[in-house]
Structure formats: C-alpha cells, structure tokens
C-alpha cells in the first residue's frame, strides 16, 4: 500500500517531468484513440458489407483465358448445370432469375399499337399438350421468373406492390399488373396463354394468382420515345422458378437464367470453384465474387481504415521512441532517488512497481481525457478522410482505372458508395486503447525499471556524490 | 557478545588488482560506539558498506548475530537490521523530512501510527515539527543530518553505522549529533560504528580503530584515550 501511496506523493514531487510526459502520453493516447476508433469503425462496416453482398458469387466467362485456349465453341451453362452448381455446402443460399420474351395470346397488352404487324393465328393448347403447328409470333411482353419468394427488391421496396390475391408460389400461377389486369378486365382466377419463342412455339396456359400495383413509370425514360409494348413493365409477367423450369422455356436460351451462388464463408471462393469445375464448369469460365462492386462501396472506407492503421503504426513507433527518450532523460534525477531507496533496503521490486504505478497514475488520467479528446475529434477526421478517399476513388473511375465487373452482378442493383460513416466505440477499441495505455506507461516506466535491475545502490549513490 | 564480525574479509575492486581490505578481523558489541579513522582511500567507504550490506563481502565472512550477510536477504539486512548515516545524507530530496523517515519506516515494515513515531523520532535529534513538514532541500546540512540519524534509527536497528557523521557541520551541531550517536550506544544498547576523520569525534568514542592501506588495526579504548 505504501508504494501506491509514494508513487502519488511522487507525482506531486515531480511536476515538471511528470507533466512533460503526461503531456506525451496524451497527444499519443488521443491520437490512438482516433485512429483505433475509426479503424474499428472501418472494420465493422466492411464486415457488415462482407456478409451482405461480398460472399455473392458470378460464374463468367474468362475471356482472357478464352483468348489463349484452343476452345472452338463456347459452351455456356446450362439451367441444369445452374442448379446443380447451387446443390453445394460452401453455400449459404442460392438464387435464380429469368427474363425471356413471350407472346401474350388472345389479350390486349399495353401499347400494342405501337408493335410491328403480327399475324399469331393458330389454336392454343395448354402446357400439356403443346402444339408444333403453331406460328412464330412477334414477343409482346416479358415474362419474369424469380425463386425468391419475395419476388423482386422493387416488391420489397414496394416499387411495385400485391394488391390482390397472392404471389404466383404455385407451379403454373402468375400474377399481372393493375394496368394489364384493367385493360383486358381480367381478376384473380382468370387464365392467360403464352407462347414462347422457341423454333416450335408452345402455349402454356397461366392461372392469374394475384395483381400488383406499380409505381414506376411504364418505360425508364431513355425508352419513352420507343413505346414498344415488349419494352412496358406493366406488359411483366411474373411467375415462380419452377413454372418455368417445368415448360422447358429456358432450354431454348440457357443465358435468360441468372444464378446467384452467396457463400456461406467468402473465404469458401476457391472451394466453391473448385467443386463447379468438378461439376463439368469448363475451365474458361471464372467464379468471382464482387469485387469491383466491393471496391467502389467499401474501397474509399478501406483506404481509410489502412491510413489510420498505418498512422497509428507511426505514432505508436515515433511515441514509443520519445517517451523513451523522455524517460531516460529524466533518470539521471531517478538515478539519485534509485539509489536512497535501495540503500534504504527497499526492493528492486518494490521500486519497480512503484514507477510503475506513477506511469500508470499518468497514464489512467491521460486515458481518460484521451478519450475525450479521441472520441470528439475522430468523427471530423473519419468525415474528411473518407471524402478525400472518395474524391481519389471517383477520379479513379473517371479515368477509367475502376471497371465494373459484367456477368451477374452487372444485373444487380448497384449499392450506394458509402459516403459516410457513423463513428462508434465499441468494447473492442475501449480494449485495444487501453492496451496501447498500457504499452505507453511500460515504455515510460521502463528504463527506469532497467536501471533499478543493472545496478546496485552504492554504485548509484558514489556516482551520485 | 559480538553483535557484528568481520572474519579474514579482503576486498578488491572488479576490473583491479590491488586489494583495498586486507584480513580485516573485528567484532562489534552492542552498546559501543567504534570509531574507525584513516585516511582518504584507505578503505573506510568501502568496509562501511560491505558492513552496511550495499556491497558484497566476496572474500572473508561478515556476519550479523551469526548469520552471513552475503547469504542473507540483503534489502531486508538493510532496512531493518542496519542503520546508516551517510555523509551526504542521501535522503529523497523532493521529499519532506517528515515522509523521508515515514517511508524508511515502511520500508522496515514498521507497524501501528507511523506519522506520530517519525514525529517523535524526528523531535528526538532535534528537528521540530514545522522543520518536518519542510523539504529536505530547504533544510540546512545539520538538520539534514539529524533527518539522516533520524531516519537511521526509525526501524530500530542493533547496528548504526555513521559516515562520516560530522563532517559538513559546525562544532556546535558536531556535538549534538555526537551526543545523539553516543546515546545510541549507551542508553538503547546499539552497536555505533563511525568512520571519521574528526580527531574531536575520535575522543568521543569508546573503541577506535585505525585503517592504513586497507589493514585494520586497534589504537586505543575510551579510557586509555
């Protein structure tokens, strides 16, 4: 107890070196502060961003690879082979998309008007009993599959929202827009009959599941001065993965399926690749996740995070070499009390924890304020840090260094670059601070330490006198 | 009975040849107060604290109530069975007189209100509370002094060893400070060794002892003096 309690006087006794290096020790505490925060900040959002969208999978062609090989024809893959690829352990989920252009039969479609002539005559039969007679028709609506069960992100934003009865979950239902349903008069319950666009057209009748209200415009507005009745979002159609696996749509154009693989694990990646080329994948094409995505959201927070981890390095490095150059400094006046306290019969010990408890003593209070300090300042750091890395990343992609990656992340919606971030301490900095304290309140306790250990009292005290 | 011997003890400097102790043979007793006289770089400084446990005895056999200092706990030799009075006092400077007893006290392991005993002790050399309270370094060297014997005999040790006791001070303050050292000896029954050169200091004592070129050799008892 009574080193604790000289260790206080000490302080006292020793202002004008104590307060030298508690002035060290906050300027680095401070510093620390703001750059572990921030760095934990950076870390958090990037493995949020990681577990959303990084473990998302592409399968593309490596059109480098391609270019060097002896490959006469490019086999692209098949449904099949797209949902034997999602049948793997290394994945948490798996999606799949179609878009294919049909032939709405015996309806009205929104501006059909504006459509080229087209003669589609010929009998419709069911799905069960298509017929090969039947005539090519000119497509005049699409037809949307999805395997989520929530459809689209537009039904989750509610861009586009279920009015009535339900969404197309059974084989063989479908489900239309107001706008569609309104002009041909039709309800739930109602039937539609489509044909595809495969050399021996088939019809296949649909049973309407369900009507959804749309918010959107009918074209994107690049396409409003060609108002084609193909082109009409309220002309979608939309009905579940496996009405469309079951008509065999899809085998006529193996590249209407977009398949999402999400890992469970990104580090799974060359795992996944490996069990597809296994699975018949053919060696030019790449699995990939999204990169070039991951680059343009998460890029500007990681440079960052990597400014702050390297400034931390510096400072922790430069500081240390300071506070122990303070240190050494200030034991020749050390040396003297060294010296009177080991005469006295006290311990090396002793004496060790005693300078150590001083730096501890300075380095709780400078703690304290550094965090203050560290947690205040950090925010207006982190904010203009990030927007000079955003500037740097968007000028980059102005000159064309930063090129999106095609294939199936080109179809997914782009997410926004994050431009800015909330800074948070968490428990994890709280303890990487606290250990960087510590580190600084050895450093500065230390050569004292070591000088209490090489010599013995008489010899301190005859240089001393 | 000897409360300290010296048997056969040399000692030489690491890194030299020339031996500064040569077969130093000495039994202290409780009771006394031991002048030890010689000239400068005859080897007082350095037979005081192989005595004082701040150097180690390599050659020869010191022994406390029996015991080799070499092999015992040397910080707890030195901070509850020795006292030493340095000649340039080496107390914590930045601290008051007060806290430099209180500390060699606690040092010692001295139980119960420590405050109030190094008070008392302090009083005892002479040093009044208002002094005690003052930093050693706005203290002149005869209070300084006290503070050193004070702080000395704070955790009541059977030896006092005193070097130089006298040297910085006026000849009023030397005998203060001798008195003081000399009811040590005779009224608490401690051991006091006193390297001097102060012939007035040398006739105080009861046992002098002279060191020539590291040997030791008896001169003269109190009253043959």
Known sequence: MYIFTHAIKNLGRNKGRNIMMAFMILLLIATSV????????????????????????????????????????????????????????????????????????????????????TSTSGAFGSNQNPSPTEEIAMPNMTLIASSRKDISDEFVSETRKLTSGKYPINTGECMISEQLATLNKLKVGDSLKLQDMGQNPKTYTLKISGIFTDHASDYPSEEEQFPLPWNNRHNEVFVNMDTILDTGILDNDNRALTAIYTLKNPSDLKAFQKELKQKGLPEYYKVTTDEAGYQSVVGPVEEMSSITSTFLIVILVMGAIILSVLSTMSIRERKYEIGVLRAMGMRKSKISISFLFESLIITSICLLVGLGIGNVVAQPVADTLLEKQIEIANEAQMSGEMQQVGGAFSEQEEQPALSQVHIAMDEQAILYIMLVALGLATISSLSGIMYITRYEPMKILVERN | MSVLELNDVCYTYAGTTKQVLRNIHIAFENGKVYGIMGKSGAGKSTLLSLISGLDICREGRITFQGQDVATCNRDDYRARKIGVIFQGYNLLTNATALEN?????????????????????????????????????????????????????????????????????????????????????????????????????????????????????????????
Request: proline share 1%; net charge negative; hydrophobic share 40%.
């Open chain 1, 34 to 117: 703001v750059a572990i925060v921030i760095n934990r900040t950076s870390a958090s959002i990037i493995d949020d961003y990681k577990s959303r969208f990084g473990s998302k999978v592409a399968i593309d062609l490596d059109y480098d690879k391609l270019a060097t090989s002896s490959v006469s024809s490019v086999s692209y893959i098949t449904t099949k082979q797209s949902i034997d690829f999602a049948e793997s352990e290394y994945l948490l989920e798996s999606s799949f998309d179609a878009k294919i252009s049909a032939h709405i039969k015996d309806i009205h479609v929104l501006d059909e008007e504006n459509a080229p002539d």
């Open chain 2, 101 to 225: 007893i209180e500390l060699a006290m606690q040092i010692s392991g001295c139980k119960g209100n420590i405050k109030s005993r190094a008070l008392e002790l302090l009083a005892s050399v002479g040093v009044t509370k208002e002094m005690a309270k003052r930093k050693v370094l706005k203290l002149s060297g005869g209070e300084q002094q006290r503070v050193g014997i004070a702080r000395a005999i704070s955790h009541d040790p059977d030896v006092v060893i005193a070097d130089e006791p006298t040297g910085n001070l006026d000849h009023e303050t030397q005998d203060v400070i001798m008195n003081e050292l000399k009811k040590l000896a005779h009224e608490q029954k401690k051991c006091v060794i006193i390297v001097t050169h102060a012939r007035k200091v040398a006739s105080d004592v009861d046992e002098l002892w002279g060191l020539n070129g590291g040997k030791l050799s008896f001169i003269k008892h109190q009253n043959k003096m």
